[in-house]
């Protein structure tokens, strides 16, 4: 969700406000029961507010949703039923088949990221790092269609003066015709295209990158690549700079982790920290900060200033490291080992997606309603999992699917041992330990798995270019040269 200051601090509240939910069966509010009439007109005194003045009549009314869509209060308003530890999340955003799908990704369009980094100097791999974590390489986009999104969120609960702003901004962005009304569909909140920036984001810093004269971040994998390094340019990015590096605390070594209390190299090389290998640290980052993601005794980091642009691309510090990972893996492009040197402090690390889809289809053919066998433990596939627990006496019943659940279900169920462990949060947690779900599909929206919406009826039906909508397995794809083409999307385009 890509954030103009102001906007950061709008949804890092949204996101404070997940984070530090109660996590005892908080879950999911009812779709509340939204009056039609109340959000006609709502958006009739929306249409001649100052908000709406660069918003034509035309554009509004053609765009204008007949009806308002519920699941977005819902979503707006949920809270995770479950705590999910670090090593869960980092494990599903950055798996194997996500290097492979980057280090494909960065051969396809060698050309164009070798253009983009001399235009911003932003490191190829920082851009694919967050293109993969994002959308997965354009491949997850997010459905919901954002002006009846939009026009529901901004009438109805709270933050309506927010998301107002960001609804006259996507109706600018149709407008000025850079992108297809069509295409304009994404997460919950608004967050849309490959790089899934909010429409005041993209109307500061989205770039025509191919040359056709529009901004298209649906489309166009040039555009999207190219706006997301301008968009960390824009954020301070310092080129030739590292991200930061995994390191070794010398022994006995406590401190908190504080990403934003930034020292020089020497100072922690008289603290002894090395290198994650032992290695000393190089003099290659300007001043660094470490980051304890799971407290002193698992995986240490110290981050530079480019960290910190990741961090501003979805106010998390996990979330940053996901896309830190997952460049430093397509670096090396070396898909084999995803961990980093430290474990984890955990006895049952995390699960890859192809892990979860695997649990999914036991769970499924075991008769558990878990929706879609998608890759994503969500509350479904969760609430299954501690039912399954529960039967079979595991202990804990958490519904947490680690690799010894994993092992358990798929190898032998018979073998199922229940286990005394406690495995669990008990480690010290940084402000966000708690992240918002892979940004690939619908970042907030996602943490709620919530039934695909009713669709969209605008009146009258826009004639503006050909729908991708309902179309999941083909995308158009402009090249650099101008050319489009289709591309399945399980290539990763
Ligand atoms: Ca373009």
């Known amino acids: ?59 509004f009314n053609n765009y204008r949703p007949s009806q308002p869509d519920p699941s977005v209060i819902q979503s707006l308003n949920y809270q995770p039923e479950f705590q999910k530890d670090v090593w869960d999340y980092l494990s599903s955003l950055v798996d194997s088949e996500r290097v492979e799908d980057g280090i494909r990704a960065k051969r396809q369009w060698a050309d ?6 001399s235009r911003y100097g932003v490191k190829a791999e ?12 354009g491949q997850t986009l997010g459905k919901k269609p954002l002006f009846e999104s939009l026009a529901t969120l901004s009438c109805f609960d709270r933050r309506q003066s927010y998301f107002q702003g ?20 994404g997460s919950w909140a608004g967050a849309f295209g490959q790089t899934q920036f909010m429409p005041s984001t993209f109307l500061e810093l989205a770039v025509d990158f191919d040359g056709d004269g529009r901004r298209d971040l649906v ?21 030739g700079e590292p991200w ?11 401190a908190a ?21 032992g290695s000393p640290l190089p003099y290659d980052l300007n001043s660094a900060g470490l980051l304890l993601p799971a407290g002193a005794e698992g995986p240490a980091f110290l981050v530079g200033k480019n960290f910190d642009t990741f961090y501003s691309y979805n106010a998390s510090e996990n979330y940053a490291l996901a896309i830190a990972h997952l460049s430093d893996l397509i670096t090396k492009e070396d898909s084999s080992k995803t961990d980093f040197v430290t474990a984890w402090p955990t006895d049952d690390p995390g699960i890859s997606r192809q892990q979860a889809k695997d649990i999914q289809q036991a769970l499924l053919n075991a008769g558990y309603d878990i ?85 969209i009826t605008y009146s009258p039906q826009s004639s503006v270019q050909p729908s991708s909508s309902g179309n999941t397995r083909y995308r158009r794809v402009t090249s650099a040269d101008g050319s489009v083409k289709l591309v399945r999307v399980d290539e990763g385009s």
């Not at 164009?112 to 980094?117: D, F, M, N, Q």
């Not at 851009?127 to 994002?134: K, N, P, Q, T």
């Not at 960001?166 to 569909?185: C, F, R, W």
Request: contains cysteine; charged residues 15%.
């Open 126 to 137: 920082h851009v694919l790092g967050v293109w993969g974590v994002e959308s997965n390489f």
């Open 166 to 185: 960001e609804y006259a901004n996507a109706l600018k962005i149709v407008q000025n015709g850079d992108i297809a009304p069509s295409d304009m569909t």
């Open 244 to 254: 930061g590096y995994e390191v070794k605390l010398p022994s006995g070594y406590w």
């Open 112 to 117: 164009t990221l070798r253009k983009i980094e």
């Open 1 to 59: 969700m890509r954030l103009t200051p102001v906007s950061t601090l709008s949804l890092l509240s949204l996101a404070i406000g997940f984070s530090f939910a109660s996590t005892a069966q908080a879950a999911k509010p009812p779709a509340p029961d939204l009056s039609n009439a109340e959000l006609q007109q709502c958006l009739d005194g929306l249409k001649n507010s100052s908000k709406f003045s660069g918003v034509d009549g035309y554009t």
């Open 219 to 239: 489309n166009s994998v040039p555009d999207a690549l190219a706006s997301t390094a301008n968009f960390l340019d824009n954020r301070g990015y310092r080129t």
């Open 257 to 277: 982790s504080d990403r934003k209390n930034k020292k020089s190299i020497s100072h922690w090389r008289d603290q002894g920290l090395t290198l994650a290998n």
């Open 371 to 455: 929706g879609e066998v998608d890759g994503i433990i969500g509350d479904n596939t969760r609430t299954a999992i501690q039912q399954y627990q529960t039967s079979k006496g595991i202990f804990p019943a958490d519904g947490r699917a680690g690799q010894k659940f994993y092992r358990a279900v798929i190898g032998n169920a018979g073998n199922i041992a229940p286990s005394s462990t406690q495995y669990g949060n008990q480690y010290g947690q940084p402000a966000n330990s708690q992240p918002l779900q892979p940004a690939s599909a619908d970042r907030m929206g996602q943490l709620i798995q919530q039934q695909t919406s009713t669709p």
